[in-house]
């Protein structure tokens, strides 16, 4: 692995960890990779993978009820369930826009720790970053935006949604194919897009213009934070990054 420095984080006044992967291992990083700080909302990619286990498994069902009346555990995965951004009284009728929820992937997590009789973290811990080795990763916090990680765990879990052994790839696939498209629906700090494509947990690319850039491809899927976080895998290339902020 090679330890560089990425020009776009230079003179930055707080910490910026950069790391890239690709199918079978880290190709940069700059800065410390064991660094762990906070995931913020890119918490939600590690609760979709454990949601999507339990799915695999046959110990929750995607159309299944959950959340509030009317939707489901795919409407809570991607972001249809008409709950708000915070609270627990909804705003639309399910599946009619796209509204970015904390409260729909705490209801989510809630609902997978109820089926599979565990709590969400212990979930997590045996299902998702105890088997993939991520040993710098701490899931205890709100599964919407309370998971703290390092870079070095991030590309771990970036490898592991480009060339999945959780889940089969197909299911991997389906995260990472637009759920309803033509929603409208915002996304936080970028505005509001008229077709807001999103799989299940995962933002996709499309043709929005936003933190994801310019030159990336429309099946770019991943997620970011509100603390400067973020993680992408851009499957056309086997390719993933991921960035951690202070």
């Known amino acids: 692995m090679e330890t560089t420095t990425f020009a776009a984080t230079t003179g930055f006044p707080h910490t910026a960890l950069v790391g890239v992967t690709d199918l079978d291992e880290t190709l940069a990083v700059q800065g410390d990779p064991h660094e762990v700080q906070p995931l913020a909302s890119v918490t939600k990619l590690l609760t979709a ?59 989510l997590a809630a609902h997978v720790a109820a089926a599979v009789g565990v709590d969400f973290a212990k979930w997590m811990q045996r299902e998702v970053t105890g088997p993939l080795g991520m040993a710098e990763t701490d899931v205890t916090g709100r599964p919407s935006a309370g998971a703290r990680s390092s870079i070095n765990d991030l590309l771990i879990f970036g490898r592991e949604v480009l060339r999945p052994t959780l889940l ?21 700090g970028y505005g509001s897009f008229d077709d807001n494509q999103w799989g299940l947990g995962f933002e996709i690319k499309g043709e929005k213009h936003h933190w994801m850039g310019e030159s990336l ?30």
Do not use: C, K, M
Not at 54 to 66: N, S, T, Y
Not at 77 to 99: A, I, K, M, V, W
Not at 219 to 244: K, M, Y
């Open 49 to 107: 993978w454990g949601a999507l286990i339990a799915i695999d498994r046959g110990l929750v069902g995607l159309e299944e009820p959950a959340g509030p009346p009317g939707a489901t555990v795919h409407n809570l995965l991607d972001h249809t369930s008409g709950l708000p951004f915070e609270g627990e009284e909804p705003q639309r009728p399910p599946g009619e826009r796209r509204l970015y929820s904390n409260a729909g992937f705490d209801a």
């Open 168 to 188: 089969p790839a197909e299911l991997r696939d389906r995260a990472l194919t637009v759920s309803r498209p033509g929603l409208r629906g915002l996304v936080p």
């Open 217 to 246: 491809h429309p099946e770019t899927a991943g997620h970011f934070g509100a603390q400067g976080s973020f993680l992408f895998v851009e499957p056309t290339l086997d390719l993933a990054a991921a960035f951690l902020s202070g």
